[in-house]
T-cell receptor
């Protein structure tokens, strides 16, 4: 079973920031938080991952709470092409496969 | 960045025939690859772990004789759906480890008629 819970769906206005929450209250100390997204009929695309510290790359920012029990993925300026299912996954950095939950279906609206 | 190529992207086959799906790591070597299946409006479900040079490890409920996996080289794993039936129609996706994360193929849409 997935070790994360996410809202099933969210809407966001184009050009605004999209904030996608994820709860992972049972995360262990050496497990990372990964975010992937899947655009319809494509394979999952890596977005970002982190352990404790907040992370930022060209796609998004990842904010992890101090107790690591939850995190938020931030798309700073959502575009229509960001419409996808976003998956939050926790796993050890090596060896384990990814266990996908239902994810959050983000709809970016014009 | 690391690229995983999956072929074909879509295939239609007749019931009872076999279909082979290829997963290649283009610019890195992958001792382990994973095969997932995704039914409409559902999430990805792991089917099996493909290990180079050894037998694949199948998840509970996945028939190893029906879903044959071969990982003969560090850059290629194949999944063969044998004696396909309409209920095998699904989106099949492979992934391989590249650095800290995993790269996924673009998926194969299998339709069995």
């Amino acid at each position: 079973d997935a070790k994360t819970t996410q809202p099933p769906s969210m809407d966001c206005a184009e050009g605004r920031a999209a904030n996608l929450p994820c709860n992972h209250s049972t995360i262990s100390g050496n497990e990372y938080v990964y975010w992937y997204r899947q655009i319809h009929s494509q394979g999952p695309q890596y977005i970002i991952h982190g352990l404790k510290n907040n992370e930022t790359n060209e796609m998004a920012s990842l904010i992890i709470t101090e107790d690591r029990k939850s995190s938020t993925l931030i798309l700073p300026h959502a575009t229509l092409r960001d419409t996808a299912v976003y998956y939050c996954i926790v796993r050890l950095n090596y060896g384990q496969n990814f266990v996908f939950g239902p994810g959050t279906r983000l709809s970016v609206l014009p | 960045g690391a690229v995983v190529s999956q072929h074909p992207s879509r295939v239609i086959c007749k019931s009872g025939t076999s279909v082979k799906i290829e997963c290649r790591s283009l610019d890195f070597q992958a001792t382990t690859m994973f095969w997932y299946r995704q039914f409409p409006k559902q999430s990805l479900m792991l089917m099996a772990t493909s290990n180079e040079g050894s037998k694949a490890t199948y998840e509970q409920g996945v028939e190893k004789d029906k879903f044959l996996i071969n990982h003969a080289s560090l850059t290629l794993s194949t999944l063969t759906v044998t004696s396909a039936h309409p209920e095998d129609s699904s989106f099949y996706i492979c992934s391989a480890s590249a650095g800290n994360g995993y790269t996924f193929g673009s998926g194969t849409r299998l339709t069995v008629v």
